[in-house]
């Protein structure tokens, strides 16, 4: 009896306990930024905790070297202001049967309710690319780890599961939808995108 006790105080305590938020989604597989390519994109996302609300993102991606990339972030809504600045390296790309293994990290700062946050990201990260007749799509998993200082210092933790969709009839975009699950003081959130690459040699 003490044992059911003990446990169902931990399962109060621990719902009970102010929970951090999600930050950006991590919106990204182990596909790279080709060279001399850059790509826009806009991240609409949606919080379910800690109050809820609705983010909006914007986002700049760049190739960086062999196996590297970069995401710079932006954006507002649920938090007053959100920068984001990572890169991704993955040095296990998604040839054959191999899936892609990276990993991601990074630093952010937030603003929300007049409470200042900044911290680090390390993310590693799975994909693999799938043929479809309606164009490829890349599943994926990535699970980042957040050191975050605000009114405390703790580490964050989510389960990210996306997919992104090159269609085949739209030749100039691609789509990301992902979905987080809150694993420790995060919060779960939906959130899609839609991206933009062009080739600086070119243009948009």
Known sequence: MKIIFSVLWLVVFWGNLPKADAFAPVL????LVKASHYQVGLNPAIYTQSGGGIQMNIFLDG???????YRALMGTGTYDFLGQGT???????????QPAIGIRGGFFLARKDSVN????????????????NEGPIVPYVAVPLRWVSAK??????????????FPASIQDYYFTGEIGLEL??????LAVGATLPFDKLKGL
Request: aromatic share 12%; proline share 5%; net charge negative.
């Open 28 to 31: 990204e597989s182990g596909e």
């Open 63 to 69: 190739h960086l070297g062999e196996g590297l990339s």
């Open 87 to 97: 890169v991704k390296y993955v040095p296990f790309p998604d040839v054959d049967h």
């Open 117 to 132: 946050s900044f911290g680090i990201e390390v993310t590693p990260l799975v994909s693999k690319m799938l043929r479809t």
């Open 152 to 165: 405390t210092n703790f580490v964050s933790t989510t389960a990210a599961f996306g997919c992104e969709w």
């Open 184 to 189: 420790k003081d995060s919060s779960s959130y």
